[in-house]
C-alpha cells in the first residue's frame, strides 16, 4: 500500500499553525485526538452547505472552542443567532463537555482551494460537464486575483467505461518551493524550505575574475541560453529526487524508531506478563498442595475416630 503523508503535516510550524491546540495528560491524548476528530466530521457534515473549509479547536480545562471558518456565515449564525446555537448544543451533547462556538467568514472562498475542491465536487453530482466545471473555478480563481491553478478530476468522467486523469492549468508561479523533510541525526529531523525557482545566482559557486585580465568578445556555440534550457532541468530533478530521497530516509527511520520502541515496550510487557503468570501459577500450586495436605489430614483424623 502507498504511503501517504498530508502536505499539511509538511508545512505546520513553518508557514501554517496546528487546527488543535492544546494540552494533556499522556493518557488522554490518544481520546481527545478521536474526540476532535469527531467534532470536524460531524460540524462538517452538519453545515457541508455552508462551506467550512478548517475548523480549529482550542481546550481549556472544562471549555472546548471551535473556530469554525465558513464561506457563507449567514447561513451558520441563522436568525437571531438560533442556528449557531442548535449547533453548539448538537456538539455539547455529542461529546459531553461545554462548548464555545466562533464563526469565522473565509473573505475569498475562491481562492480556497478546499472551497474549490467541493465546488468542482458538488457540480459533479449535480451531473455538469467536469470540463465545465473545472474551467469556471479556474477562471473564478484567477478573477479573485490568484497568480496561478491546477485542478485534477480523476475517474470515470463523463460516463467513461474507463477511468481516466484530466487537469487543467492557468496562470503562472513567479516562485516554486519545496518543502521537505531532512534528517539531522539519528533521532532529530527537521522541515527544510528551497526555492526551485527562480534560479539565485548566490546559490552557485561564482567565478571570480581578475580586474586587469583582458577580456574579448566570445560567441558562445551552443548559445548561454540553450545550455541553461538543458541544464536547469536536469539540476530541478536531481534537486527534488534528492529531496525524495532525503524524506523517504526519515520515513524510514521514524519507521524503524517506532519497531524497536515497540518491541522493546513488548517485551517488557511479556516479561511482566511472565512474573504475573507465574506468580498465579505457584499460587495455584500452593493452594493446591494445602487443600490436599487439608483433606490427608481430615481423612486421617477421621480413621482414628
Known amino acids: 500500500m502507498g504511503q501517504k503523508v498530508n502536505p499539511h503535516g509538511m508545512r505546520v510550524g513553518v508557514i501554517k499553525d496546528w487546527d488543535s491546540r492544546w494540552y494533556a495528560r499522556d493518557e488522554k ?3 481527545l485526538i478521536v474526540e476532535d476528530n469527531k467534532i470536524r466530521k460531524f460540524v462538517k457534515k452538519s453545515l457541508y452547505g455552508a462551506g467550512v473549509p478548517k475548523i480549529e479547536i482550542e481546550r481549556s480545562n472544562d471549555v472546548v472552542t471551535l473556530f469554525v471558518h465558513c464561506a457563507r456565515p449567514g447561513m451558520v449564525i441563522g436568525k437571531d443567532g438560533a442556528e449557531v446555537e442548535k449547533l453548539r448544543l448538537a456538539v455539547e451533547a455529542l461529546i459531553g ?5 466562533n464563526i469565522v467568514e473565509v473573505r475569498n472562498p475562491d481562492m480556497n ?15 455538469i460537464s467536469h470540463r465545465r466545471a473545472m474551467k469556471n473555478a479556474m477562471g473564478r480563481a484567477m478573477r479573485a486575483g490568484a497568480k496561478g491553478i491546477k485542478t485534477q478530476c480523476s475517474g470515470r468522467l463523463g460516463g467513461a467505461e474507463i477511468a481516466r486523469v484530466e487537469q487543467y492549468h492557468e496562470g503562472k508561479l513567479d516562485e516554486i518551493y519545496i518543502i521537505y523533510t531532512a534528517m539531522v541525526n539519528a533521532v532529530a529531523e527537521e522541515v527544510e524550505i528551497k526555492q526551485l525557482l527562480p534560479l539565485k545566482r548566490a546559490d552557485f559557486a561564482s567565478l571570480h575574475i581578475p580586474v586587469d585580465a583582458p577580456r574579448e568578445e566570445l560567441a558562445l556555440v551552443p548559445s548561454a541560453e540553450a545550455v541553461m534550457d538543458r541544464i536547469v532541468p536536469d539540476y530541478l530533478v536531481g534537486f527534488v529526487y534528492g529531496a525524495l530521497v532525503e524524506a523517504f530516509s526519515c520515513e524510514q527511520n521514524a519507521r524503524m524508531m517506532a519497531m524497536e520502541n515497540a518491541t ?6 511479556l516479561h511482566e506478563l511472565d512474573i504475573l503468570y507465574n506468580r498465579a501459577r505457584q499460587a495455584a500450586i500452593t493452594q493446591e498442595i494445602t487443600e490436599v495436605i487439608a483433606g490427608a489430614k ?8
Request: overall charge positive; glycine content about 2%.
Open 29 to 31: 491524548v490518544g481520546d
Open 97 to 101: 463537555k461545554k462548548v464555545k462556538l
Open 113 to 127: 482551494a478546499q472551497l474549490v475542491a467541493e465546488n468542482i465536487a458538488q457540480q459533479l453530482e449535480k451531473r
Open 264 to 269: 522493546n515496550s513488548a517485551k517488557d510487557m
Open 298 to 305: 481430615a481423612q486421617k483424623r477421621k480413621k482414628k475416630r
